[in-house]
């Protein structure tokens, strides 16, 4: 929901009616017409900013902390992302101790280059009692996005799309994080919903996500994708890290959805 991006639509509309009213201007179109107009984006305005409202307050850091977790086996995780992702909405992830992850932006521009939907400037953050998992946008102005990835202030590598030329128009979900030592390749086929991180061939990382997200989720009681992940046992660095990588790909793939 780019809530600027429609007050600037507004604006706009709302200037160029007035304009046109009062014969400043003349715009080939019927002061009705326009007049309509105006008033569709006000309302479509208004909504957007009740709905972004709400949802912050439903996902309070404080109104989760009691939720509900699944039955869940050893390395297995569970998260429900909310229908629309806003900043400052908390969302629990089940498995870890204590652990939450949220939107992340680096400054107040990213924030608006993201809200006006020219570019996805959104990151993420997971932290838990013992790692603090910071996933921040870089190379603003690229095609493709890339990512710094830090564990506790410590930079460990780059995520980034791949390009079309390397197989990235191949399936969903084409990324690659590069550490200072190994490269680990996302995966997602078409029309599939399941996403692997991969490492020589071997699954770090399962994840499957629920196809419709407008049932109210019996553990949750909310509305929104489940998630299901599994992490199979990698010594480079610890599981939340992989967990992280994931929901960052799949809130930049729920992002072009919408």
């Known amino acids: ?5 429609i007050l600037m639509t507004t604006v706009a509309l709302t200037v160029v009616t007035i304009a046109n009213i009062l014969n400043i201007v003349y715009i080939p179109v019927s002061n009705t017409v326009l007049v309509m107009f105006w008033i569709a984006s006000l309302l479509i305005l208004i909504i957007t900013i009740l709905l972004k409202q709400f949802y912050k307050s439903k996902y309070k850091k404080e109104n989760l902390e009691n939720e509900k977790s699944p039955t869940l086996k050893e390395n297995e995780y569970f998260y429900q992302a909310p229908v629309y992702l806003f900043d400052d909405m908390y969302i629990k992830l089940h498995g870890f101790t204590d652990t939450f992850w949220s939107l992340y932006f680096h400054n107040q521009f990213h924030k608006m280059l993201n809200a006006c939907g020219m570019v996805w400037m959104h990151g993420l953050r997971v932290k838990s009692p013992e790692n603090d998992i910071l996933i921040r946008r870089i190379k603003v102005w690229s095609l493709r996005p890339y990512y710094a990835v830090f564990i506790n202030n410590h930079k460990i590598g780059i995520l980034t799309m791949k390009s ?5 128009i191949k399936q969903q979900a084409p990324y690659i ?8 390749i996302f995966h997602n086929a078409y029309l599939s919903k399941q996403t692997t991180i991969q490492k020589d061939q071997h699954n770090i990382l ?9 049932k109210t989720n019996a553990i949750t009681k909310r509305r929104g994708e489940v998630h299901d992940i599994k992490v199979s046992e990698c010594f480079e660095y610890p599981k939340l890290l992989w967990v992280a990588l ?13």
């Open 164 to 168: 079309i030329f390397k197989g990235g």
């Open 246 to 258: 994931y929901i960052q790909i799949m809130n930049n793939h729920q992002t072009k959805e919408n």
């Open 206 to 214: 399962v994840g499957n996500r629920s196809f419709l997200d407008l």
């Open 1 to 5: 929901m780019k809530s600027l991006a």
């Open 177 to 184: 994080f590069k550490s200072s030592h190994d490269e680990y």
